[in-house]
């Protein structure tokens, strides 16, 4: 009787297993979908999803659901890719003293900082992020984590450490200096072998032109993109002379605008933007800036408990002690004087013929990964006028571009992963819906449902 019992209990362990990755397929039916390409949104769309992956695409009128799949609703809802969101640190969580936290947590990256960044990213949405900085063995273990199905997140695409020219003190876990041509093709090709997704650069106008030259030679030769900071004139000049993949930051500080030499060079690299590969790619990231006086003056969002997940309560009371004075944070002292040049550096970049993605450098302090992404969808739509199709494209299609994995996932189409979040609304005339997102799926796991976190899919295993 007892051994009849273990294997009873042994069968429904094994098929509720199975249930997670080879299910029986789901169907989401009613929504009206965006499928991430840019085209009219498809009313009373059906969605197949099966073994992870989207089956197919139709609608209410040309794709029946097939006998023996779950039904799940979107009336009344937008369906959309899973957003990505392209600049996130995983290591930081909103604390406000950076030289504090590098060492009171650099022991629990892995295993507590990153993965709760992680979660809260996939809970807002987000089922793709690229993290930019970080040490090397703690960013390879959370991702290859996450694609195991051991901790629940987003995919993830991790530099490792950034390199530039010398570390900042103290932050040599996940800063890598460069010294000479010969080394920094060395440290490219250390973090290459080790199995980065991209290569972090910053500060190549301290760089000599060589060293500068040989990261993204490097990089390109091991088939990896370089990623790199945009902050002053001649780091951008240097980047586009070096063939920098994509800038981040809108960057110099509180000058009104980019240069005129600055806007010839990258209007002549989006002239040639077929030539070298694709085109000229820009993550503004300016959700941050643009939102700091209104989160020192109403600080209530960051009473929310999203940010708790997977965060011990002594963690908690840290970040929470560390911001509890806004407005005395010194790393926001200039924000005002930079915020008025915010809309016209974006808009002198989309009008140039740049490709905007998506991203936030998430984590900074008092920005938390479940609130970062949406604010920035957000600022895009209603600060910067940049239509809601656009800014859509620019967290979904764009970015898949962007990592070569357009042809894998980041849109709605049969063949992809099945990664789609669905919002009660029309995201096209409100933006701001998406942050609350109802349902979350990550390659056919439900993570999100009705606006509440399915519990059992979100367990370390
Ligand atoms: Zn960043």
């Known amino acids: 009787m007892k051994n009849r019992i273990q294997v009873i209990l042994l069968i429904v362990a094994v098929f509720s297993c199975a249930g997670l990755s080879a299910d029986g397929g789901k169907a989401l039916v009613g929504g009206t979908l965006i499928n991430g390409l840019g085209s009219t949104p498809i009313q009373n769309s059906v969605i197949l999803v099966r073994d992870g992956q989207i089956e197919r695409v139709g609608t209410v009128d040309t794709l029946p659901v097939p006998e023996g799949y779950e039904v799940i609703s979107t009336e009344a809802m937008s369906v959309l890719p899973g957003l990505w969101d392209m600049h996130v640190h995983l290591m930081i969580n909103g604390h406000s003293d950076y030289s504090y936290w590098d060492v009171a947590y650099a022991d629990k990256l892995a295993s507590e900082i990153m993965p709760a960044s992680a979660v809260q990213l996939l809970l807002a949405g987000v089922t793709t992020a690229r993290d930019l900085g970080a040490p090397l063995e703690d960013s390879l273990s959370v991702r290859d984590r996450i694609n195991a199905g051991e901790i629940p997140g987003p995919r993830m695409f991790m530099s490792g450490p950034f390199i530039q020219h010398a570390a900042y003190p103290g932050t040599e876990a996940f800063r890598w200096g460069v010294e000479g041509e010969r080394d920094a093709r060395a440290k490219v090709r250390t973090l290459a072998e080790a199995g980065v997704d991209i290569i972090k650069l910053i500060d190549q106008d301290e760089m000599t032109y060589e060293e500068a030259f040989a990261v993204v030679d490097e990089a390109h030769k091991q088939g990896l993109k370089v990623v790199a900071h945009a902050h002053r004139p001649d ?67 960051l009473d929310s408990s999203c940010w708790h997940r997977g965060l011990e309560d002594s963690t908690i009371e840290d970040i929470r002690n560390s911001i509890a004075e806004p407005s005395e944070l010194l790393y926001f002292q200039l924000t005002p004087k930079r915020k008025p040049t915010l809309i016209r550096k974006v808009t002198q970049l989309r009008d140039a013929g740049v490709v905007l993605l998506v991203g936030t450098d998430s984590g900074i302090p008092m920005k938390f990964h479940c609130q970062s992404t949406w604010n920035e969808l957000d600022v895009w739509v209603r600060i910067m006028d940049i239509p809601a199709m656009e800014t859509i494209q620019s967290a979904t299609y764009w970015p898949s571009k962007f990592m070569g994995v357009e042809n894998e996932w980041g849109t709605i189409v049969a063949g992809r992963h099945a990664d789609i979040i669905a919002v009660k609304g029309d995201v096209l005339k409100y933006i701001n819906l998406l942050q609350d997102v109802d349902f979350v799926m990550k390659g056919g796991v439900v993570y999100k449902q009705d606006g509440l976190p399915i519990e059992e899919n979100l367990q370390s295993r």
């Not at 000058?255 to 005129?260: I, N, S």
């Open 235 to 301: 780091e951008i000049r240097r980047g586009l002379e070096i063939g920098v993949d994509n800038f981040e930051h809108t960057g110099l500080a509180a000058a009104p605008e980019y240069p005129p030499d600055v806007m010839q060079l990258i209007k002549e690299r989006t002239a040639t933007g077929r030539v070298r590969g694709g085109p000229l790619y820009w993550t503004p990231t300016v959700e941050g800036l643009w939102n700091y006086d209104y989160t020192r003056d109403l600080p209530e969002k």
